[in-house]
């Protein structure tokens, strides 16, 4: 396991350099937090934010590879494409995590703060996993799509993916609705609030792995 | 096992573009230079040995073992200097140390400062405050720091004044000094080769045209300058191909001292690797 941290420790060195705009993104983030109408509100807006904000700085390492082609010089180290791609993930996920971790920290301190009292520790940690799945969800698409056509190319073949998908879901509402089939949806609340993490966790590791499956395919036929 | 590279019948298609049967033997302790013009192949043939693209047909094996099965034992005694891809700008030496001696086994740091300190490269500095030959001497240090047997370099003085060349060409001579490593260098810039290789391979096309040693081609080869007359009067089997200049024809020969003692031509200059790459891509036969 060396390669790994020998992977990521270069890509958290690569990102040195973000430092400050890393410090300025979570300013304007919590300082954009407070224009919400409620306390709850200002802490889930930071929670949220900081997560995808980290995520965001994981994603930033693809730039760099490419910027210097690094991810030709890698190939001619002793390591194999699938350990290449798994720190790829473990440091995509683990920013993200640490980015939730972050969110829900930050967001708590300063509803405590505002309100004088201590918040419900349940809400934000559902707020950041939520938060993670949307990242995740995002960065699922992303990833094949960087592996597939490059960091810059990635990024608008992954705007069109996310578009298709959203489209096809909104599709799948305005039809249900139209035909009047009622969807499962309006009765799912419950069922959500009782299993609410765990559904989140899971589907974010679901997502995640199919992502790097299909990451994997690509990768491993794409030539340098 | 005496060759540190062996390429056997290495055939890779593109569209447009084609490996044609490569086949090459570096043996150990040896420098092989592979000339050839810009998209005559010799970046793809690099990627094929290092396993970066997938060959259609052929064989490659480094240290006796090949590529495919066995690529991370061989790349752990390769170093790879790449022309175009290395680690980020917004690193500095140090960093790059840190990152090398989680991947390789063999990293040695002390032998990396000492590179640093010789090529008299700043350790805390970001590499993009490099200049061109600092920045391939860093190539070159980490390439060297985890004592490879075979160094294999894509044009790796390209961009680089004549000192610069010389110092880094200096560090080539020595790597081989022990006998048991070798090069495998590309370049355009033959000249260098001229000095260091003990193996020319030319590239044409995605074809090797040649494959022989330096002394082979620069003592036994000839350029025969003649008139259009005089060029009548030879056989076609006794040279490779000509070129036909404003006044006079380059005839190039494979054996000069056979050629004179056949013909009374006295004028036959000793080539360059530049005139036979010239003479090979432009002329006739």
């Given at each position: 396991?060396?390669?790994?941290?020998?992977?990521?420790?270069?890509?958290?060195?690569?990102?040195?350099?973000?430092?400050?705009?890393?410090?300025?993104?979570?300013?304007?983030?919590?300082?954009?937090?407070?224009?919400?109408?409620?306390?709850?509100?200002?802490?889930?807006?930071?929670?949220?934010?900081?997560?995808?904000?980290?995520?965001?700085?994981?994603?930033?390492?693809?730039?760099?590879?490419?910027?210097?082609?690094?991810?030709?010089?890698?190939?001619?180290?002793?390591?194999?494409?699938?350990?290449?791609?798994?720190?790829?993930?473990?440091?995509?996920?683990?920013?993200?995590?640490?980015?939730?971790?972050?969110?829900?920290?930050?967001?708590?301190?300063?509803?405590?703060?505002?309100?004088?009292?201590?918040?419900?520790?349940?809400?934000?940690?559902?707020?950041?996993?939520?938060?993670?799945?949307?990242?995740?969800?995002?960065?699922?698409?992303?990833?094949?799509?960087?592996?597939?056509?490059?960091?810059?190319?990635?990024?608008?073949?992954?705007?069109?993916?996310?578009?298709?998908?959203?489209?096809?879901?909104?599709?799948?509402?305005?039809?249900?609705?139209?035909?009047?089939?009622?969807?499962?949806?309006?009765?799912?609340?419950?069922?959500?609030?009782?299993?609410?993490?765990?559904?989140?966790?899971?589907?974010?590791?679901?997502?995640?792995?199919?992502?790097?499956?299909?990451?994997?395919?690509?990768?491993?036929?794409?030539?340098? | 096992?005496?060759?540190?590279?062996?390429?056997?019948?290495?055939?890779?298609?593109?569209?447009?573009?084609?490996?044609?049967?490569?086949?090459?033997?570096?043996?150990?302790?040896?420098?092989?230079?592979?000339?050839?013009?810009?998209?005559?192949?010799?970046?793809?043939?690099?990627?094929?040995?290092?396993?970066?693209?997938?060959?259609?047909?052929?064989?490659?094996?480094?240290?006796?073992?090949?590529?495919?099965?066995?690529?991370?034992?061989?790349?752990?005694?390769?170093?790879?200097?790449?022309?175009?891809?290395?680690?980020?700008?917004?690193?500095?030496?140090?960093?790059?140390?840190?990152?090398?001696?989680?991947?390789?086994?063999?990293?040695?740091?002390?032998?990396?400062?000492?590179?640093?300190?010789?090529?008299?490269?700043?350790?805390?500095?970001?590499?993009?405050?490099?200049?061109?030959?600092?920045?391939?001497?860093?190539?070159?240090?980490?390439?060297?720091?985890?004592?490879?047997?075979?160094?294999?370099?894509?044009?790796?003085?390209?961009?680089?004044?004549?000192?610069?060349?010389?110092e880094i060409l200096d560090i080539f001579q020595d790597f081989i000094q022990n006998e048991e490593?070798?090069?495998?260098?590309?370049?355009?810039?033959?000249?260098?080769?001229?000095?260091?290789?003990?193996?020319?391979?030319?590239?044409?096309?995605?074809?090797?045209?040649?494959?022989?040693?330096?002394?082979?081609?620069?003592?036994?080869?000839?350029?025969?300058?003649?008139?259009?007359?005089?060029?009548?009067?030879?056989?076609?089997?006794?040279?490779?191909?000509?070129?036909?200049?404003?006044?006079?024809?380059?005839?190039?020969?494979?054996?000069?001292?056979?050629?004179?003692?056949?013909?009374?031509?006295?004028?036959?200059?000793?080539?360059?690797?530049?005139?036979?790459?010239?003479?090979?891509?432009?002329?006739?036969?």
């Amino acid at each position: 396991m060396k390669f790994l941290s020998g992977l990521i420790t270069k890509d958290l060195l690569q990102l040195k350099s973000y430092k400050k705009t890393l410090i300025i993104y979570i300013l304007i983030f919590v300082l954009t937090g407070f224009a919400q109408e409620t306390t709850k509100g200002v802490g889930v807006m930071i929670a949220v934010m900081l997560t995808l904000g980290f995520g965001m700085f994981g994603m930033a390492t693809f730039n760099y590879d490419e910027q210097a082609k690094t991810d030709r010089y890698i190939l001619t180290f002793p390591l194999n494409k699938k350990e290449i791609l798994v720190s790829k993930y473990v440091l995509i996920i683990g920013s993200t995590i640490i980015g939730a971790i972050v969110g829900i920290i930050a967001s708590f301190l300063i509803v405590f703060i505002i309100d004088k009292q201590i918040p419900s520790l349940y809400d934000y940690i559902n707020v950041a996993l939520g938060g993670i799945l949307g990242v995740g969800l995002i960065e699922a698409i992303q990833m094949p799509c960087v592996y597939k056509w490059g960091a810059e190319k990635g990024r608008i073949q992954m705007f069109i993916v996310a578009a298709i998908i959203i489209l096809l879901i909104g599709g799948i509402f305005f039809v249900g609705q139209k035909a009047n089939i009622n969807l499962p949806v309006n009765n799912m609340p419950n069922i959500l609030i009782n299993f609410l993490p765990a559904i989140l966790i899971l589907a974010t590791l679901i997502i995640y792995y199919i992502s790097y499956r299909v990451s994997y395919r690509i990768y491993k036929n794409k030539e340098e | 096992m005496n060759n540190s590279l062996e390429v056997k019948n290495l055939c890779k298609k593109y569209n447009g573009f084609e490996l044609k049967n490569i086949n090459l033997n570096l043996p150990k302790g040896m420098i092989m230079g592979l000339i050839g013009e810009n998209g005559a192949g010799k970046t793809t043939t690099i990627k094929s040995m290092l396993n970066l693209i997938q060959i259609d047909s052929g064989e490659i094996k480094i240290f006796g073992l090949d590529i495919k099965e066995n690529e991370k034992k061989i790349k752990e005694d390769i170093g790879v200097v790449l022309d175009d891809s290395f680690f980020s700008e917004y690193l500095n030496p140090a960093d790059i140390n840190k990152v090398m001696r989680k991947i390789y086994k063999n990293w040695d740091e002390k032998l990396y400062d000492k590179y640093l300190e010789d090529f008299k490269l700043p350790k805390n500095k970001i590499s993009k405050e490099f200049s061109s030959g600092m920045k391939m001497k860093l190539k070159i240090a980490v390439a060297l720091s985890h004592h490879p047997k075979l160094l294999i370099l894509d044009e790796p003085t390209s961009g680089l004044d004549p000192v610069a060349r010389s110092e880094i060409l200096d560090i080539f001579q020595d790597f081989i000094q022990n006998e048991e490593n070798s090069i495998f260098v590309s370049s355009h810039i033959t000249s260098d080769l001229e000095h260091i290789a003990d193996y020319i391979t030319f590239i044409n096309n995605g074809e090797i045209v040649l494959s022989k040693t330096r002394d082979e081609l620069l003592e036994k080869y000839g350029i025969v300058k003649c008139s259009k007359s005089e060029f009548e009067k030879i056989d076609k089997n006794d040279y490779v191909k000509f070129k036909v200049n404003r006044y006079e024809y380059d005839v190039l020969v494979e054996d000069k001292a056979k050629f004179k003692r056949k013909y009374e031509f006295k004028i036959i200059d000793k080539p360059t690797l530049d005139d036979i790459m010239l003479i090979y891509i432009k002329g006739d036969k």
